[in-house]
């Protein structure tokens, strides 16, 4: 978001205003992505701290951003956005694959870059929440993108004959939230399980929605 001081123009360095502007903020991102995913935390966190661990001064800071909030919701889409293509990359290359091996694809390929960093879990399913109703407008936005992309799937799938033809939002709602309880507790240490354990389970329940019991594909 727009800062409330205005940036400089020109060439400084070799490089244009665009790209000298566009570089603070990538190191004011990777640094919240430090502290706000590890310690302190966002709550924990000042601009002070952050412009500090950024290279940055608190001046820059406020060319880019206005409130420390606003570097959270920066932060969240970022990570989810990265998190999508890399499902989607993955979709260009299985989408073709029987629904078992698509399904597992997909869930590996979000599995392997959120739960890759536990800074982008922390990020994802904890500092967000209570934050503001703006944060939790965002934060149930970008989830209802992922009920649309899985339904979407699941769509394509019916169509195919690989799984049952029904409306699944709600299905799918409820087990996004699944989704994210596992992942935060298997981060927080509280479920012993490898990633690949976590990835199969999440895998067995989606197939479970598509394809429930009594339920078989059409002939031929």
Known sequence: MAGRLKAPTGRYGGKSAVERQAE????????????????????????????????LSTRQFYEEFRTLEDVLAALHLQVNDWAEQAVLSAYATVGHLPLDERVTALFRAYADYVGGDPRRIRITFVEV????????????TRRSRWVDLICAEADVS?????????????????????????LHDWNAGWVNATLD??????????????????WQPPDG
Not at 30 to 44: E, I, S, Y
Not at 158 to 182: C, M, W
């Open 24 to 55: 603070r903020r990538r190191r004011f991102l990777a640094a919240a992505l430090d502290l706000f995913g590890g310690t302190p935390g966002f709550r924990g966190t000042t601009v002070a701290a952050l412009s500090e661990t950024a290279g």
């Open 129 to 140: 929440i209570g934050v503001s109703p703006g944060i939790e407008e965002q934060r149930l």
């Open 158 to 182: 019916a169509a195919r004959g690989e799984a049952a033809p029904r409306d699944y939002r709600v299905a799918v709602t409820a087990f996004i939230g699944g989704v994210n309880g596992l």
């Open 197 to 214: 354990e976590v990835v199969d389970e999440l895998v067995a329940q989606l197939l479970g929605i598509l394809r429930p019991r009594g």
